[in-house]
């Protein structure tokens, strides 16, 4: 449905972007932000859906600065390649992808979302404190606790899953208590359970969590 441009950050590192748009004219742009996996079939079917929801979106490729054209599926093995390449990129240098991924998106429109998973969950939250966006909704961040003290710039959304053992209840208590205006909602599932290419998919938390998420980015971005 889509296809890959490059795009460069303000560092001048040139990085590959998949880039989707909607059938007439976009509500608003969204920027999907992926998990360790990279851009993968999964994270170009998201960006497919909310296009078909009528935005405009781009899902930048983070890993991009580790290993040209990172992707891979969910196996064990995968997620161990997925989590040393995730160690390679600099959380900074990632936050300025992002930074050029939203500035190439405000070229054509003015109202801008960011979502993202997994990891891309914590990039997003950096993306609402670092950025700044119209809005920002984050899936399953595991970081986000390690950067709590930083204040978003636009409204956020956050999805966690009550079983999710990488992510302590107790964090997501302490990011509530920091940022009270932050809507924050816990499901009866695990890590990943957006991801219908994982064991953790859980329809009933994903449709609910997206319903959600559509409802924001229809307040705040068009």
């Given at each position: 449905?889509?296809?890959?441009?490059?795009?460069?950050?303000?560092?001048?590192?040139?990085?590959d972007?998949?880039?989707?748009?909607?059938?007439?004219?976009?509500?608003?742009?969204v920027?999907?932000?992926?998990?360790?996996?990279g851009?993968?079939?999964?994270?170009?079917?998201?960006?497919?859906?909310?296009?078909?929801?009528?935005?405009?979106?781009?899902?930048?490729?983070?890993?991009?600065?580790?290993?040209?054209?990172?992707?891979?599926?969910?196996t064990p093995?995968?997620?161990?390649?997925?989590?040393?390449?995730?160690?390679?990129?600099?959380?900074?240098?990632?936050?300025?992808?992002?930074?050029?991924?939203?500035a190439?998106?405000?070229?054509?429109?003015?109202?801008?979302?960011s979502?993202?998973?997994?990891?891309?969950?914590?990039?997003?939250?950096?993306?609402?404190?670092?950025?700044?966006?119209?809005?920002?909704v984050?899936?399953?961040?595991?970081?986000?606790?390690?950067?709590?003290?930083?204040?978003?710039?636009n409204?956020?959304?956050?999805?966690?899953?009550?079983n999710?053992?990488?992510?302590?209840?107790?964090?997501?208590?302490?990011?509530?208590a920091?940022?009270?205006?932050?809507?924050i909602?816990?499901?009866?599932?695990?890590?990943?359970f957006?991801?219908?290419?994982?064991?953790?998919?859980?329809?009933?938390s994903?449709?609910?969590?997206?319903?959600?998420?559509l409802?924001?980015?229809?307040k705040?971005?068009?």
């Open positions: 449905m889509g296809a890959f441009i490059s795009l460069k950050a303000e560092d001048g590192h040139e990085f972007c998949y880039k989707v748009d909607p059938e007439g004219t976009p509500k608003g742009g920027v999907v932000i992926q998990e360790i996996f851009v993968n079939a999964h994270i170009r079917e998201v960006a497919d859906g909310y296009a078909a929801e009528g935005y405009a979106v781009l899902a930048p490729a983070l890993f991009d600065r580790a290993s040209k054209n990172f992707e891979v599926g969910y093995d995968d997620i161990a390649k997925g989590r040393d390449t995730r160690a390679e990129v600099a959380w900074d240098d990632a936050v300025k992808d992002v930074a050029a991924t939203v190439e998106m405000r070229k054509s429109q003015t109202k801008i979302g979502v993202g998973y997994c990891w891309g969950g914590s990039m997003s939250w950096l993306a609402a404190t670092r950025v700044g966006v119209s809005a920002s984050c899936y399953y961040g595991g970081q986000i606790a390690m950067y709590n003290d930083e204040a978003p710039k409204p956020v959304m956050m999805h966690f899953g009550e999710d053992h990488g992510i302590p209840m107790a964090d997501v208590d302490k990011i509530r920091a940022h009270g205006d932050a809507e909602f816990t499901y009866p599932a695990g890590h990943g957006n991801c219908d290419h994982r064991g953790d998919f859980d329809p009933a994903a449709k609910i969590a997206r319903e959600r998420t409802a924001f980015f229809a705040h971005v068009g």
